[in-house]
């Protein structure tokens, strides 16, 4: 049982629905053929009691005139008629005299005149004392049965003068024929409903489990599942499932843009403490590398003031040790994105300078530059950091889009805030690459040392923004929006 019970509702619901259908139709056929059958035995006591009635008003005459033939015409015709008109037929009538002995029987061989009733058989027995007692004043039946028979009995009376009784005798084998009829009738009534409500309970059992599997199956899955996926699976109805399937969608998208903000979150502390950690390494290092680049300096100065020339040995070692401080001294410079003092607005024309800076390099790989820029004020904004963020992004995309490729530029004002979009067509991300996009030293800058974006992100965040990259339509795009702030000046 527990097993059952444990079932899917998609197999438990039409299951127990077919259950109840089979039961109820068993039942109420059951009733209507039990109804049946005692309206049927209801009915024969009817015709019986109408008939022994008639036949003892018919058959009060030919008694009286002892004519023995004519009432045995009388009772035979009602045989006969009874047959005809395809009603219930009594087995056997018979009319016996005040002494119980039998005068008249339809089948006198089986029944022979002049033997008392109780003597026929011991079913007989039970009608002698009913007899006995039945009114003679009026019209008066009794009814009776036993194993096999019913019995139905009426004085031939007139005037109070009782002359006999007539006994209307029905074999019980006699209803079985016509309440098969009716039985084969409500079996096959019975068997066309269930071929009719058994299929429609199974596709609405099946269509009512659907949307409770549905959003188990998603409930199963609810940290992967997306806000996305749960519009496929829509209820359009607005009954208890429909509500259901309402409050798991809002709770799914509350879920869904939890995770996104968790992830953002720890994306922006990572990236804080990367930031952080870059920025006290490079003050670290600066020191002793402006002491040694100074020393290298001042070796040079001294050995010029003495008119001391290096061996060419000498000179080339320390110039190779001068390159490479310097590099390590612009390296670290990158890290040290410190806001500025703006000082002053950003111009329409600092976009087509930056147009300008980046056409040779687009026109290096065959680009097409679409370039669109609504800008036609100035905005409160640090002019010399957001161009900065934008030749980032521009040559970003230009080094990352394919030969001939495109690269989209969208520059608009929107909500008191600037927004810049980069889009180019350059091979496709995976999303571990993505979650390290913005990291110093970034594994996939091909040319430089992949702080381009490093330094974007902290420009970003120092001034109030939010940077974000996607793919979409087979582009990697880069968002960014700004908010305007107050005009300051040191």
């Given at each position: 049982?527990?097993?059952?019970l444990?079932?899917?509702?998609?197999?438990?619901?039409?299951?127990?629905?077919?259950?109840?259908?089979?039961?109820a139709?068993?039942?109420?056929?059951?009733?209507?053929?039990?109804?049946?059958?005692?309206?049927m035995?209801?009915?024969?006591f009817?015709?019986?009691?109408?008939?022994?009635?008639?036949?003892?008003?018919?058959?009060?005459?030919?008694l009286?005139?002892?004519?023995?033939?004519?009432?045995?015409e009388?009772?035979?015709?009602?045989?006969?008629?009874a047959?005809?008109?395809?009603?219930?037929?009594?087995?056997?009538?018979?009319?016996?005299?005040?002494?119980?002995?039998?005068?008249?029987?339809?089948?006198?061989?089986?029944?022979?005149?002049?033997?008392?009733v109780?003597?026929?058989t011991?079913?007989?027995?039970?009608?002698?004392?009913?007899?006995?007692?039945?009114?003679?004043?009026?019209?008066?039946?009794?009814?009776?049965?036993?194993?096999?028979n019913?019995?139905?009995?009426?004085?031939?009376?007139?005037?109070?003068?009782?002359?006999?009784?007539?006994?209307?005798?029905?074999?019980?084998?006699?209803?079985?024929?016509?309440?098969?009829?009716?039985?084969?009738?409500?079996?096959?009534?019975?068997?066309?409903?269930?071929?009719?409500?058994?299929?429609?309970?199974?596709?609405?059992?099946?269509?009512?489990?659907?949307?409770?599997?549905?959003?188990?199956e998603?409930?199963?899955?609810?940290?992967?599942?997306?806000a996305?996926?749960?519009?496929?699976v829509?209820?359009p109805?607005?009954?208890?499932?429909?509500?259901?399937?309402?409050?798991?969608?809002h709770?799914?998208?509350?879920?869904?843009?939890?995770?996104?903000?968790?992830?953002?979150?720890?994306?922006?502390?990572?990236?804080?403490?990367?930031g952080?950690?870059?920025?006290?390494?490079?003050?670290?290092?600066?020191?002793?590398l402006?002491?040694?680049?100074?020393?290298?300096?001042?070796?040079?100065?001294?050995?010029?003031?003495?008119?001391?020339?290096?061996?060419?040995?000498?000179a080339?070692?320390?110039?190779?040790?001068?390159?490479?401080?310097?590099?390590?001294?612009?390296?670290?410079s990158?890290l040290?994105?410190?806001?500025?003092?703006?000082?002053?607005?950003?111009?329409?024309?600092?976009?087509?300078?930056?147009?300008?800076?980046?056409?040779?390099?687009?026109?290096?790989?065959?680009?097409?530059?679409?370039?669109?820029?609504?800008?036609?004020?100035?905005?409160?904004?640090?002019?010399n950091?957001?161009?900065?963020?934008?030749?980032?992004?521009?040559?970003?995309?230009?080094?990352?889009?394919?030969?001939?490729?495109?690269v989209?530029?969208?520059?608009?004002?929107?909500?008191?805030?600037?927004?810049?979009?980069?889009?180019?067509?350059?091979?496709?991300?995976?999303?571990?690459?993505?979650?390290?996009?913005?990291?110093?030293?970034?594994?996939?800058?091909?040319?430089?040392?992949?702080?381009g974006?490093?330094?974007?992100?902290?420009?970003?965040q120092?001034?109030?923004?939010?940077?974000?990259?996607?793919?979409?339509?087979?582009?990697?795009?880069?968002?960014?929006?700004?908010?305007?702030?107050?005009?300051?000046t040191?």
């Amino acid at each position: 049982m527990k097993r059952i019970l444990d079932l899917s509702y998609r197999t438990k619901i039409p299951l127990w629905g077919s259950l109840l259908i089979i039961l109820a139709t068993l039942v109420v056929s059951g009733s209507l053929m039990f109804k049946a059958y005692d309206d049927m035995r209801e009915d024969l006591f009817v015709r019986s009691s109408g008939l022994a009635y008639r036949l003892a008003e018919s058959l009060f005459q030919p008694l009286m005139e002892d004519d023995t033939w004519q009432a045995f015409e009388i009772i035979s015709k009602a045989l006969d008629v009874a047959n005809t008109r395809d009603i219930l037929q009594p087995n056997t009538i018979l009319i016996i005299d005040n002494e119980l002995k039998v005068m008249i029987a339809t089948d006198p061989m089986l029944i022979p005149r002049g033997t008392r009733v109780d003597q026929l058989t011991p079913e007989y027995g039970v009608l002698v004392e009913q007899i006995q007692k039945l009114d003679v004043s009026g019209r008066t039946t009794y009814e009776t049965q036993d194993k096999k028979n019913y019995y139905v009995t009426a004085p031939v009376v007139n005037e109070g003068y009782r002359l006999g009784t007539v006994i209307v005798v029905n074999a019980k084998d006699s209803l079985w024929p016509r309440f098969v009829r009716i039985a084969s009738h409500g079996a096959l009534t019975g068997l066309l409903v269930l071929a009719i409500l058994l299929p429609a309970n199974w596709y609405w059992g099946m269509r009512l489990s659907r949307p409770l599997v549905l959003i188990t199956e998603r409930m199963t899955t609810l940290s992967s599942a997306t806000a996305e996926e749960m519009k496929n699976v829509s209820y359009p109805y607005h009954d208890e499932v429909g509500q259901l399937f309402e409050a798991y969608q809002h709770m799914q998208i509350e879920q869904s843009n939890k995770q996104a903000l968790e992830k953002q979150v720890v994306h922006s502390e990572r990236l804080a403490a990367v930031g952080h950690l870059a920025a006290g390494v490079a003050h670290e290092i600066n020191n002793p590398l402006g002491g040694m680049l100074t020393a290298i300096d001042t070796l040079r100065s001294v050995g010029s003031k003495n008119n001391r020339a290096f061996d060419s040995q000498t000179a080339k070692t320390i110039s190779l040790i001068e390159r490479g401080l310097t590099q390590i001294k612009e390296t670290v410079s990158a890290l040290l994105v410190e806001a500025r003092v703006r000082t002053r607005d950003l111009e329409p024309q600092d976009f087509e300078d930056i147009r300008s800076l980046v056409v040779p390099q687009a026109q290096s790989k065959q680009l097409l530059l679409d370039w669109r820029s609504s800008l036609a004020r100035s905005l409160p904004l640090q002019a010399n950091q957001v161009r900065q963020i934008l030749i980032n992004l521009l040559l970003n995309a230009i080094h990352a889009a394919n030969l001939r490729g495109t690269v989209i530029c969208v520059i608009e004002e929107r909500n008191q805030k600037l927004h810049l979009q980069v889009e180019n067509d350059g091979k496709q991300l995976s999303s571990e690459q993505m979650s390290h996009l913005f990291e110093p030293f970034s594994p996939l800058s091909k040319t430089g040392h992949g702080l381009g974006l490093w330094v974007t992100y902290q420009i970003v965040q120092q001034l109030g923004g939010d940077i974000r990259v996607e793919q979409h339509n087979g582009n990697i795009v880069f968002s960014v929006s700004l908010p305007f702030v107050e005009n300051t000046t040191a």
